[in-house]
Nanobody, 130 residues
Framework: QVQLVESGGGLVQPGKSLTLSCAAS????????IAWFRQAPGKEREAVSC????????YYIDSVKGRFTVSRDSVNNTVYLQMNSLKPEDSATYYC???????????????????????WGRGTQVTVSS
């Protein structure tokens, strides 16, 4: 099974930026959906964004639209989450997830959308604080 490894988390001040990376252990040979989720202490895991390898279509939850951008590097098997104008409420452990033959869209970002994905990384911590 593919291994996913997130990196790039850390402590950052409000208004600053971070870029998270999700490196896969193997190349994407078929069509996949890749998503970023986050989970804050005491809260449910929520979807943040997803991207389809078929056409690079991308989707975001309302609270991060205009601030976060998901992208991928197919050569290096890596997906990125560029996070700008960070807010304290963005603090969480961020996870990437991947699922072959899944087409993600706004429906993927629903409550419980994590159940659509079978491969997960271990997460990277993002703390936004002054």
């Amino acid at each position: 099974q593919v291994q996913l490894v997130e990196s790039g988390g850390g402590l950052v001040q409000p208004g600053k930026s971070l870029t998270l990376s999700c490196a896969a252990s193997e190349a994407v040979l078929d069509e996949y959906a890749i998503a970023w989720f986050r989970q804050a202490p005491g809260k449910e895991r929520e979807a943040v964004s997803c991207i389809n390898t078929k056409d690079d279509s991308d989707y975001y939850i309302d609270s991060v639209k205009g601030r976060f951008t998901v992208s991928r590097d197919s050569v290096n098997n890596t997906v990125y989450l560029q996070m700008n104008s960070l807010k304290p409420e963005d603090s969480a452990t961020y996870y990437c997830a991947r699922e072959p033959y899944l087409v993600c869209g706004p429906w993927t970002l629903r409550v419980g959308g994590a159940a659509d994905f079978g491969s997960w990384g271990r997460g990277t911590q993002v703390t936004v604080s002054s």
